[in-house]
T-cell receptor, first 113, second 112 residues
Framework: NAGVMQNPRHLVRRRGQEARLRCSPM?????VYWYRQLPEEGLKFMVY????????ESGMPKERFSAEFPKEGPSILRIQQVVRGDSAAYFC???????????FGSGTRLTVV | GQQLNQSPQSMFIQEGEDVSMNCTSS?????WLWYKQDPGEGPVLLIA?????ELTSNGRLTAQFGITRKDSFLNISASIPSDVGIYFC????????????FGKGTKLTVNP
């Protein structure tokens, strides 16, 4: 029973490049959440998606960031034209349905140089 | 935005000691959660609290949901070296299925 799978584990991008972070939820889970964690900080909510729908994107920066969860395949968090301030750990979590707690993946650590 | 005040920020204890940490909020929340994060990993849920006043145990861990729904504490009894890590409280308005607000964490170091 695989957990929430995130890849890559580590990603290095130069300023101005694009970063694509992938998240495969646990089997049977149709709800996906993305969080960002800066060093020495707690996790901050970014976006909540169900298959093909964005439910809550109140934590997403208005520019350069987008997320999708297509009918087939993993959820993708996309950051265009990365800047140094985007360097952080990005965590994905999934849950089977509303009203249940969720399980986090091991994260993708993005470093912008 | 909503903020949780988690304390202490860090703790250094000897193996075998008991540990207590807490979390407070200026707003009411219906779900309080405690997570542990090991270095390089995602948070793992330790205890979930859904009712005001609820006291729940998980092995050596005990957590309580404050009666005012604005605070919670986590106790760890007889600490062992593998308890090392960062402990986060988190809250949600509903059952924990939508967005969570996290505290800044308590970093625990256990000296053997």
């Amino acid at each position: 029973n695989a957990g929430v799978m995130q890849n890559p584990r580590h990603l290095v991008r130069r300023r101005g490049q694009e970063a694509r972070l992938r998240c495969s939820p646990m089997k049977g889970h149709s709800h996906v959440y993305w969080y960002r964690q800066l060093p020495e900080e707690g996790l901050k909510f970014m976006v909540y998606l169900q298959k093909e729908n964005i439910i809550d994107e109140s934590g997403m920066p208005k520019e350069r960031f987008s997320a999708e969860f297509p009918k087939e395949g993993p959820s993708i968090l996309r950051i265009q034209q990365v800047v140094r301030g985007d360097s952080a750990a990005y965590f994905c979590a999934s849950s089977p349905k509303e009203g249940y707690g969720y399980t986090f993946g091991s994260g993708t650590r993005l470093t912008v140089v | 935005g909503q903020q949780l005040n988690q304390s202490p920020q860090s703790m250094f204890i000897q193996e075998g000691e008991d540990v207590s940490m807490n979390c407070t909020s200026s707003s009411i929340f219906n779900t309080w959660l405690w997570y542990k994060q090991d270095p390089g990993e995602g948070p793992v849920l330790l205890i979930a609290l859904y009712k005001a006043g609820e006291l729940t145990s998980n092995g050596r861990l005990t957590a309580q949901f404050g009666i005012t729904r604005k605070d919670s504490f986590l106790n760890i009894s007889a600490s062992i070296p593998s308890d090392v890590g960062i402990y986060f409280c988190a809250v949600s308005k509903q059952g924990g299925s939508e967005k969570l607000v996290f505290g800044k964490g308590t970093k625990l170091t256990v000296n053997p």
